[in-house]
């Protein structure tokens, strides 16, 4: 793994993502985003952890955004902060259902990955806070 912390931002696939959305055009936004969703809740067979990696850094753009969108912006991110997007139910259902799947150990590579290192625990509550405003 490419990671400096068990933050889902903070791993060289989230990274790619970021500049990958930063440079898009934001109407572009919500197609790209569900394209890495489908990569994680589509997926047939295991779970690969680049791709898990990469789909949830988009669902924490998706629960920093939501979050301002109802009045309750989190605190400012750097890295997501350039990123203006509006979130249609559809997109935070997806966003929802990534995080979701990421959490379930079967067949998945991120997952396993942060078991070994014994950071599965740090890592899941990372993705607590997102997961809760994806879920309201």
């Known amino acids: 793994m490419g990671a400096w912390g068990t933050g889902p931002l ?3 696939a989230a990274g790619d993502l970021l500049d990958e959305l930063g440079q ?7 197609d790209l985003l569900r394209s890495k969703f489908g990569c994680v809740i589509g997926v047939e067979g295991g779970l690969d952890s680049w791709e898990a990696e ?11 955004r ?17 990123i ?4 249609p139910e559809e997109l935070r ?5 990534t995080v979701r799947r990421a959490l379930m150990p079967d067949d998945n590579e ?10 599965i625990d740090e890592a899941k509550s990372e993705l607590e806070p997102y997961l809760r405003i994806l879920s309201a």
Do not use: C, F, K, M
Request: hydrophobic letters at 40%.
């Open 54 to 64: 990469q789909a949830l850094a988009g669902a924490v753009l998706v629960a920093y």
């Open 24 to 30: 898009a055009r934001p109407e572009d936004l919500p």
């Open 110 to 119: 991120w997952y396993h990955l942060w078991t070994l290192s014994d950071g």
């Open 66 to 82: 939501l979050a301002e969108q109802r009045g309750h912006p989190l605190e400012i991110d750097e890295d997501l902060e350039p």
């Open 84 to 87: 203006q997007l509006e979130v």
């Open 93 to 97: 259902d997806q966003a929802e259902r």
């Open 10 to 12: 903070d791993n060289d």
